[in-house]
């Protein structure tokens, strides 16, 4: 279905048939586009004239012969079939007028023709096709004399630029459609993405509630502390996380301008008006890098670990030297790039397997924190291609579930920081691994404060 056409192109054909009536002197000129897009072998096209010159001009209605059909005044807009005996017209294809004229358009002396506007000497109809596609016909006659080979010519080109006007117009049109329904689709998203983020935040206040009345409930000696002080820590920092997500929709909505089209622009393309990237939703984002110690950092990372671990009938082996020099690190960063790490080891180390936790490592200018397992490991082919958004390799063959997001965040997170990670698979532990189970190390380099 062709969508409706412009003011742009309507004005450009009053222009082109103007050059019609006022160069070559035509009397009669007729611009129709067809209701859908027609491929050109077929016959069977319904007009719509779009732009009439002389606007009065009297024109045959529906399928009957123009003897048997009583004329009136046809306006743009009125549906226009060509009678039988023209249909061959629409199959011309590019042909050129010359070759088509005598043979395709019948004799002007069959009774069903209007002689003063439809004789076949003086009349020529052209399709206009694009890329073997057809939308519509020009249609154009004098009565004092015929067309000659030079006016002809004049006329195909008129009748080409229509039809590359006629399909910039409708992909533009097309292009707007689609770009209306596009905005109206993440209309909807977004409100569903407010109702689930408000829906989020209210079992995200009873966890915190509950964590913190189980705190008050339990005695100072109690080991299930530990447990409840996880619950309150982790409520906090996904409700820190819901409050990033939320700015970065805001700011993702001021940065980007609403989606357009060039006024003047022959090649229809979706634009951005600003090129600002939105923000990533990165943990720490805005925080300054401090002072900080790696145990300090880890001490209650690894009471989530322990439990974690205790549940999956892993054993935890952790290292831990107190009096290392304080490393350079945004602590909201660091502590999600070692959640990842270490969630990493827990969830892919089967059980009965061992995780070893180790800080104080140390290289020039580095402190380092060794993470390793005795997994399965990573094959060769997938730690090149560790750190890509979304890549998971080999696991994503297994039920495992992840997003391959993990240390892709990481990396970026270490990189801000002016550290590194390196990553080794077989571990670099030898009391971990074996044949069957290779295991990996994950080792986080982070910036030592000079003294």
Not at 87 to 111: F, K, M, V, W
Not at 206 to 218: H, S, V
């Amino acid at each position: 279905m062709l969508m409706s056409a412009s003011s742009d192109f309507l004005a450009l054909c009053r222009e082109q048939i103007a050059l019609l009536t006022q160069g070559l002197g035509a009397t009669l000129s007729i611009v129709y586009l067809t209701q859908e897009l027609v491929d050109t072998p077929s016959g069977d096209a319904k007009l719509i004239p779009m732009v009439i010159y002389p606007e009065t001009a009297l024109l045959p209605q529906g399928e009957e012969t123009i003897e048997a059909t009583a004329y009136k005044q046809l306006q743009v807009g009125n549906a226009f079939i060509l009678p039988n005996h023209q249909r061959r017209l629409l199959t011309a294809g590019s042909e050129s007028p010359t070759s088509s004229r005598e043979s395709e358009i019948p004799d002007a002396s069959q009774p069903d023709f209007k002689e003063e506007y439809l004789l076949s000497g003086n009349q020529i109809v052209l399709p206009l096709i694009y890329e073997g596609v057809m939308m519509g016909l020009l249609v154009t006659g004098r009565k004092d004399r015929v067309w000659n080979e030079h006016e002809q010519s004049q006329i195909q080109r008129i009748a080409q630029t229509l039809a590359i006007a006629c399909i910039l117009d409708q992909r533009r049109a097309w292009f707007e459609q689609q770009l209306h329904e596009q905005q109206i689709i993440q209309e909807k998203q977004r409100d569903l993405l407010d109702n689930l983020l408000h829906q989020f935040r209210n079992p995200l206040t009873a966890l915190r509630t509950f964590g913190k009345l189980l705190l008050k409930r339990l005695r100072p000696a109690d080991a299930n502390r530990d447990v409840a002080n996880s619950i309150v820590r982790e409520s906090d920092r996904l409700k820190e996380l819901l409050q990033q997500f939320e700015q970065v929709i805001d700011l993702t909505e001021a940065d980007l301008a609403p989606l357009h089209l060039p006024e003047d622009g022959v090649f229809v393309e979706a634009t951005i008006q600003k090129s600002a990237k939105p923000p990533l939703l990165l943990p720490g984002t805005g925080d300054k890098a401090v002072d900080c110690s790696l145990a300090d950092i880890l001490e209650p990372l690894l009471i989530s670990a322990k439990a974690i671990a205790q549940e999956r009938k892993l054993k935890l082996i952790t290292e831990i030297q107190q009096n290392s020099s304080l490393v350079r690190a945004n602590v909201k960063a660091l502590r999600e790039v070692l959640t990842n790490i270490i969630d990493n080891a827990l969830k892919y180390t089967p059980s009965g397997g061992k995780i070893l936790i180790q800080a104080g490592q140390e290289k020039a200018h580095f402190q380092g924190i060794v993470i390793s397992d005795n997994g399965p490991g990573i094959p060769p082919q997938d730690l090149e291609h560790l750190g890509e958004r979304h890549y998971r390799g080999v696991q994503a063959q297994t039920e495992i579930p992840g997003t391959g997001l993990g240390l892709a965040i990481a990396k970026q997170l270490i990189e801000q920081m002016q550290g590194e990670i390196e990553i080794f698979s077989p571990a670099i532990n030898s009391k971990l691994t074996s044949p069957d189970r290779p295991g990996t190390t994950f080792i986080i380099w982070l910036p030592e404060v000079e003294n």
